[in-house]
């Protein structure tokens, strides 16, 4: 990544950044607050890196010299990250990480850390920290992440910048998920189904998210021409897919967003489209559906999905399911 690469998502955070790195004023500690998948962690590796080369003539560092390749390898050794240990982060974590930085520096005086999660930190720990933002013993510069603000100490706080990162909007969110490889009509869904980059990216992984899409195709396919295959679908395909409720959930939102699609096409309203490749079957069905039956469809997922948070089960919900979408 590079500075310029960050600015198009975190363009205000970037600029303050930059401008504190060009004129040699980066302070003591940072607190970089937002959600997941805002790219807090990617800023806080780029700051470390604008901080120890010694090649940059600007705020953007080189990538090239030992302190860059070293950090972006994950080993120098004098900029350490600091994740929970279990469900939270220890004082002995703090502790280590002021022991291990009151050894003169490997490569220069500087120190660099960055701590992950840091609204999770014991009580003691947050203590522990507190005593080293007021004393660091050498030219210290820390980077508390969090998605949780009001979970920390306001004396941290007091002590710190806080830089707020905020959400993608859905075009830059799609925009990012093309440019990892993932084709638009997977990156449109999951910007529709999530507002997270870091979710969206898991949801990809081992094409998770493009196998329950074919199974949504395949099930509103035959619930509309082969109801007789639709129950076998369910069981072969549909019930072995999932993992817990959560990812069953997200099924079941795969299957709205196609019938609101197939609303939006009734209407003739194709520019919010979701299933961008899927026109012409969206065009026949509409041709043989009515806006009363597409709402009544929608509104049985929408039950369904209340249902489910609820002890039910989730091959009977789906069979009504099915039964209620097949009748319209």
């Known amino acids: 990544m590079t500075w310029e690469q960050l600015n198009q998502t975190q363009h205000k955070v970037v600029q303050i950044l930059t401008n504190s790195i060009k004129k040699n004023r980066l ?27 010694k090649e940059r003539s600007t705020a953007e560092p080189c990538n090239e010299c030992p302190d860059c390749k070293r950090i972006s390898s994950g080993n120098h050794p004098d900029l350490h990250v600091i ?59 820390a980077v508390l992440l969090t998605e949780h603000l009001y979970q920390m100490l306001n004396t941290i706080l007091s002590r710190s910048q806080i ?24 990156a449109k869904l999951l910007t529709e189904i999530t507002s997270n980059l870091e979710d969206a990216r898991q949801l990809c992984q081992e094409d998770w998210i493009v196998q329950v899409r074919n199974v949504v195709l395949q099930l509103t396919e035959e619930i509309y021409s082969r109801p007789q295959q639709m129950f076998f679908t369910l069981q072969d395909k549909w019930l072995s897919h999932f993992k817990g409720k959560e990812e069953f959930g997200l099924g079941i939102d795969l299957m709205l967003l196609w019938y609101r699609d197939l609303l939006y096409t009734q209407l003739g309203e194709k520019d919010g489209l979701i299933f961008v490749d899927q026109l012409e079957r969206l065009d026949h069905q509409a041709l043989y559906s009515s806006q009363e039956k597409i709402t009544k469809q929608m509104s049985a997922i929408f039950d369904a ?3 489910l948070s609820s002890n039910v089960n989730p091959q009977l919900l789906m069979e009504r399911l099915m039964l209620r979408l097949q009748e319209g």
């Open 27 to 53: 302070t003591h500690a940072y607190v970089f607050e937002g959600s997941r998948g805002t790219g807090k962690m990617e800023v806080a590796i780029q700051l470390g890196k604008s901080y120890f080369c």
């Open 83 to 141: 994740s929970p240990d279990g469900q939270s982060i220890k004082k002995q974590q703090v502790e280590l990480l002021r022991t291990e930085f009151s050894y003169r520096g490997m490569e220069s005086k500087q120190k660099f850390y960055i701590i992950n999660h840091a609204d999770k930190m014991t009580p003691s720990a947050a203590n522990s920290l507190l005593k080293f933002l007021e004393e660091p013993e050498a030219p210290t510069i």
């Open 163 to 186: 830089l707020t990162f905020t959400p993608l909007s859905r075009k830059e969110m799609e925009q990012m998920l093309k440019e990892d490889g993932i084709s638009y009509p997977i």
């Open 305 to 307: 999905k209340r249902h």
